[in-house]
Structure formats: C-alpha cells, structure tokens
C-alpha cells in the first residue's frame, strides 16, 4: 500500500504524458507535449483528429494544451469512427 500511495503521489506531481485507454489498452498523450507527437501518437492509434487553434509554423513547434473526445466508456466506438480534438499554442514567429 505504502508504494502505491508513493507512485501516485509521484504522478501527482510530475506531469504525466501518457493516458491508457480501458478498452483499446492504448496509450494517448496528454496536454503539455509537442502537438505534432500528440497528433502522429493519436493518428497511430486509429483516431480522426481536429487541431483546434491556429498553426502559423511546423506543428513540431507547437505545444499541445488539451485534447478532447478521447472515449473512456468500455463500450466506446472504435477510434476509426471517434474525432479526438488537440488543442494547440504555437508561437508566432515564423
């Protein structure tokens, strides 16, 4: 008990870049990684995806600041059929 209480107060913490996913056993990223690695781990994955704020430069660039429409429902539609929406902050020098 007391190592699980220190790995979650671990990932408390830090932040945590990878999501599993209950019913693929997928793993997706989170919100604070590079949007272009967000985009091609989700693209992997099988899911549509909307970028969500405007991309003045290489997506690479860019921050992912949130990600919506991830399924968390065991009886969830498989990615194929699911459009997951990353939000991105992309500096605006070219």
Do not use: F
Request: proline share 10%; net charge negative; with cysteine.
């Amino acid at each position: 008990m007391i190592a699980v209480l220190g790995v979650l107060a671990t990932s408390a913490v830090a932040w945590s870049t990878v999501v599993v996913h209950p019913r693929y056993d997928a793993v997706s990223p989170t919100a604070g990684g590079n949007a272009g690695d967000t985009v091609s781990e989700l693209s992997d994955q099988g899911y549509n995806v909307q970028i969500n704020g405007p991309v003045p430069v290489p997506l690479s660039r860019c921050k992912t600041t949130g990600i919506h429409g991830i399924p968390n429902a065991v009886d969830a539609l498989p990615p194929s059929s699911t459009t997951v929406y990353v939000d991105v902050s992309c500096p605006d020098d070219i």
